[in-house]
């Protein structure tokens, strides 16, 4: 007997409806409904009907593997008023915000900090998120508070969303002795992936920030998850850009599809034929570049023209980038909006890189699934017989609805469990 069955749903590689069937958490079998090749491994004496513990009629409905969260500040999200929430101040500079980050979390306790990320995951799984990738404060002023507290939050929520932890280096790698031989216990107390942020290293210049990271990542055998380019560049000449150097330090030592960067905003501003060479160099390289659809923090002194900051994306998938996209910050100082739902982001990116085809709209549902998951290397990810039993089942009859229609995620598998069930909207109207 199977533990599950999915009658009736659509997929990417499917669509006319389906059936999939999952035992022990993993997908066992799918395809037409009446499934022969899954009866020759259940045994003999089966009926036309599929024994299985739970029977679901999707009734046409879309069914995605998990959504991947590839770059959030898990740490500090929902740290604003819940009650009110929005910017509680005017937006000055990017240097302010990242200023009131650092007073703010001087007063986080572990229980606080423990408590924000667990609702925070909480509310990601209610949209569909499976896996995350966590980008958690390390420096010399909060020690190892933050990843303490987030290691937790991964062991409890372990049955409800797989967590990755990336230590971040908020005051820099290079800029305060002892930083490096933290992050080296950052790694024994439950961090997974090394970050970077060349432009939180004062004083030291972006490729020996770089070069740090990549030194520690092959030290400790990590992957790496470095933000970049975060200023805009108008003039950048190539080597001006740290995705350049990121791919280089890639190629160099190996290090294909082990690598993402965050944000890449100047390869917008960047001149055309600058842009052109740093994508072919991260094609080359196998770095996955994670888009953050949040449009507004760069460009403000724009007058004319206004520059928003997001990076090239459609040029990157044109070239065989892998490209994802994420929620980055989720209430906090640096962004008071979000919701963890990786839907909402999508439609913000079809606006903001113009995509609005349907074959635009499918590659951005792939974008955070099937590109996030490779970026941050899940194994055994998807729908296919084998693959971990992580799906969502969206109330929408293809991708582009999904996205367009902004749909309820109807039912959260985890290793296939049913982790959450949301109810699609409705509404009476009164036309007399």
Sequence with gaps: MIDLLLRNVVTAGAP?????????????AAGPELLPSLWEGLGEGLSKAIPAREVFDAGGRYLIPGFVESHLHLDIA????????????????????????????????????????????????????????????????????????LQEVKESCARLVTIQIVAFPQQGLLAKPGTLDLFREAFRRGADVVGGAPNLDS??????????????????????????DLALKPSAALDDLEVVHVARRTLEYGYQGRVTVGHACALDSAPPDVAREAIALLKEAGVSVISQPDLYRLGRDDRQHVRRGLTRVKELLAAGVNVAYASNNVRDALRPLGNMDLLEEGLILAYGAHMDTVAELETLLRMSTNHAAR????????????????????????????IVGQVEKLRVYKAGCLRAVNQPASSQLYME
């Design 16 to 28: 006319e409806p389906v059936s999939v069937a999952v035992t022990g958490g993993r997908i066992v």
């Design 78 to 149: 929902l740290s604003n008023d819940a009650r009110r929430p929005g910017r509680p101040e005017p937006f000055v500079s990017m240097a302010g915000l990242n200023a009131a980050i650092e007073r703010r979390r001087r007063a986080f306790t572990h229980e606080e900090i423990v408590r924000r990320a667990t609702a925070a995951v909480h509310l990601a799984l209610r949209h569909g998120v499976t896996a995350l990738r966590a980008q958690c404060h390390v420096d010399m002023e909060i020690g190892l508070k933050h990843v303490e507290a």
């Design 203 to 228: 004083g030291h210049d972006f490729r020996d920030h770089v070069d740090a990271a990549f030194a520690l990542a092959l030290e400790l055998d990590r992957d790496v998850d470095i933000h970049a």
């Design 375 to 402: 970026a941050l290397r899940l194994p055994n990810y998807g729908l296919e017989p084998g693959c971990v039993a992580d799906m969502v089942l969206l109330d929408a009859p293809s991708a582009s609805a999904a």
